[in-house]
């Protein structure tokens, strides 16, 4: 059994979240810059076996695609033809910044360390990652 790697694209940078090897645990793997980010993908997968990717979704209040599905779709075209043998799906990441957030202020994270948008973007992938996990497993 391989992981489950969960990415939170941003334009900029993007949150990558990964599994334990029993898909059991979620955990904040790193930020990325976009750039980077298919190489290092790349890399990880040489190193590691990943059984799905997961791309955040992003979306309005009303369900419908938000104005950053136009970076998105791109990479998750992107993705599919780069990782062939390997499944990508996406999951609704309405609101998973104002958790990670709030999430590092229940941590007792300083306002300084709360203001690092890169430590909220890996943050913000580990929730997408823990929605997806949890959503599996109700099916």
């Known amino acids: 059994m391989g992981r489950i ?53 992003a979306k309005q209040m009303d369900a419908t695609d938000s104005e950053s599905m136009q970076y998105i779709k791109p990479f998750v075209e ?28 229940d941590g007792g994270l300083k306002k300084k360390q709360r203001q690092d948008k890169a430590l909220i973007d890996t943050v913000s992938a580990t929730i997408i990652l823990q929605s997806y996990m949890e959503q599996k497993q109700r099916k």
């Open 5 to 57: 790697l969960a990415i939170d694209y941003g334009r900029k940078r993007c949150g990558v979240a990964v599994t334990d090897v029993m898909q059991i645990i979620a955990t904040g793997l790193q930020t990325v810059p976009t750039a980077e980010l298919m190489n290092f993908l790349k890399q990880y997968v040489q190193k590691e076996q990943v059984d799905t990717f997961v791309v955040g979704h």
């Open 78 to 105: 992107k993705l599919k033809k780069e990782f062939t043998n390997t499944p990508v799906e996406m999951i609704d990441e309405r609101f998973t910044s104002k958790i990670a957030f709030q999430a590092m202020i």
